[in-house]
């Protein structure tokens, strides 16, 4: 069976087909063949955060996410607790230090709430691995098997930007929880499923370092350029970034990559830069198929939003641009929500202010119909409103 007709452990058990991830984040066909570093999906997103018993209740009952496994000393793992959190087809790892010594309250010291490894599941970690290495990747961890009485995963870790790395996982042969080491638990009550899906992972990285990790992305793991952003696409009169986009062959795996550039101020990727000390996973794109309902119910629940002034909703330009969508404009203006249209089709998106104490990691809310981009016609706004952000901080 080739990738592009299966399903992730996770898509299955959020009872997700093929059609619906087509919509929610641009699913496409693909041979796989060819493929030297075939990529399933999205496996788990592994946090390290200062309290990972409060943040994990904070993601159940904020976002909606359902706690399904634990690992912690009550388990044998003395070094952490760790909670794996479910919404759709996305899986969030918490991961908290207990023991002074652990090697998660270094990384949080250094980077406050972050995003210590993307994990993809892979349908052959060897091959993968093994190709890796010959294309010049840091291994991190060879491949080898964790069993406990529900089955084996396959696992193997490679590093990449910064302190980040991508775990890879074959649980083909597994039907637990999470991992061997964790523990079926159940969530608190509360309104589930604000988001299906995660529909890419942004990383920021150093000044002239971006077109490296997209060499390393398009040679180690066979990722395609699917888009760049640079020039004029990403600024205003006072701060620039560049971008471009690597996806896997399937379009289910995508990660832009963002460097600074020369500007009178200091742009959003020299802030996150600062304050997470080094490279890293700036924002993640959360895919759903109501993203009026989903601001809706963040917002009742203490989320904030950037703003967007009255003014991008009004511009003839715009409205000229977008066309029909499926709600009028003035419930999107009500929300803050933005909207882009591209030759394929449009999408609706919004982001939050950062997630934690440090102005570093934040969540964009993204509802696709039939556009593959990144909403390239709001970059002007966004980049403002972040730049509003950046001033009242003190960091612009």
């Known amino acids: 069976m080739s990738i592009e007709q299966t399903l992730t452990d996770q898509e299955r058990l959020a009872e997700l087909d093929l059609d619906q991830l087509r919509q929610l984040v641009g699913l496409v066909e693909y ?17 390290a955060v200062g309290n990972a018993t409060q943040a994990a209740l904070f993601y159940q009952l904020v976002y909606g ?21 479910r919404s759709g ?68 870790a490679i590093g990449t930007y910064g302190d980040t790395r991508h775990s ?46 997209v060499g390393f992305y398009t040679r180690v793991m066979g990722f395609t350029n699917m888009a760049e952003f640079v020039g004029d696409d990403i600024a205003t009169e006072y701060s620039a970034l560049m971008s471009k986009v690597v996806a896997s062959g399937n379009h ?11 500007a009178k101020k200091r742009s959003q990727i020299d802030e996150y830069l600062q304050f997470y000390g080094g490279p890293g996973a700036q924002h993640l794109a959360l895919a759903t198929n109501d993203i009026l309902r989903s601001v809706d119910l963040l917002r009742a629940r203490g989320v904030e939003f950037l703003a967007t002034p009255d003014s991008y909703y009004t511009d003839p330009a715009l409205r000229a641009r977008i066309g029909d969508v499926r709600v009028p404009i003035e ?35 993204i509802e696709r119909h039939g556009s593959l981009g990144f909403g390239k016609g709001n970059f002007q706004a966004l980049f403002e409103a972040i730049e509003r952000e950046q001033a009242k901080r003190g960091n612009f």
Not at 68 to 80: C, F, I, L, M, Q
Not at 195 to 211: I, K, P, S, T, Y
Not at 332 to 357: C, N, S
């Open 31 to 47: 041979d796989a063949g060819s493929d030297p570093f075939p990529v399933t999906g999205w496996d788990a997103v592994v946090w």
């Open 65 to 85: 996410m359902e706690l399904v496994a634990y690992s912690g000393p009550e388990t044998g793992n003395r070094d952490h607790h760790a909670y794996v959190l």
């Open 89 to 156: 087809a996305v899986r969030f790892v918490l991961k908290g230090g207990v023991d002074p010594a652990s090697p998660l309250l270094e990384h949080h010291r250094r980077h406050g709430d972050g995003i210590v490894d993307i994990a993809l599941e892979v349908p052959d970690v060897d091959r993968c691995v093994d190709h890796a290495r010959r294309q010049g990747a840091v291994v991190l961890e060879e491949p080898h098997d964790v069993t406990d009485e529900h089955g084996t995963v396959r696992v193997a």
């Open 168 to 213: 890879l996982v074959d649980r083909s042969r597994y039907a637990g929880p999470y991992l061997p080491g964790y523990v079926a638990r159940t969530s608190v009550a509360g309104e589930r499923r604000l988001f299906q899906a995660l529909d890419h992972v942004v990383g920021n990285v150093e000044l002239g370092r971006m077109d490296e990790w």
């Open 252 to 262: 289910r795996v995508k990660f832009p990559l963002n460097e600074p550039a020369v």
């Open 331 to 365: 419930e999107l203006q009500a929300r803050g929500i933005l909207v882009d249209r591209d030759e394929d089709g449009y999408l609706l998106q919004i982001f939050t202010k950062p997630v934690g104490d440090r102005p570093t990691v934040f969540f964009e809310l």
